[in-house]
Nanobody, 127 residues
Framework: QVQLVESGGGSGQAGGSLRLSCVAS???????????MAWFRQAPGKEREGVAG???????TYADSVKGRFTISRDNAKNTLYLQMNSLKPEDTAMYYC??????????????????WGQGTQVTVSS
């Protein structure tokens, strides 16, 4: 069972920045790089949506709503996933979740495609 633990959430002002981290443990194999990783978010009263995904070789994909503002990255040596969030907007307010799926080079950013999830970290952006 993979454990994913997010951190780095908090409150910020519109236009500001936050950086989220997600550390993985209990991996199916010793290779974190075998996992396709992603960030999702869920705002109150809304469905969970994919924000960004990253492959083992750091090919990335982003939701249109965050392109140019958010950057996903990974450090395979540290089993850690990051999300750098710049130019924050109040509509970025949500619980942010780290997600993983093993053994694929790409995955669409949809919930059913991912098998392992963190507990989430709250991001609140005020205007």
């Amino acid at each position: 069972q993979v454990q994913l633990v997010e951190s780095g959430g908090g409150s910020g002002q519109a236009g500001g920045s936050l950086r989220l981290s997600c550390v993985a443990s209990g991996l199916r194999t010793s290779s974190y790089s075998s996992y396709y990783m992603a960030w999702f978010r869920q705002a109150p009263g809304k469905e969970r949506e994919g924000v960004a995904g990253i492959s083992r070789d750091s090919s990335t994909t982003y939701a249109d709503s965050v392109k140019g503002r958010f950057t996903i990255s990974r450090d395979n040596a540290k089993n850690t996933l990051y999300l750098q969030m710049n130019s924050l907007k109040p509509e970025d307010t949500a619980m942010y979740y780290c997600a993983a799926v093993w053994g694929v080079s790409y995955s669409p950013l949809v919930e059913p495609a991912f098998t392992d999830w963190g507990q989430g970290t709250q991001v609140t952006v005020s205007s």
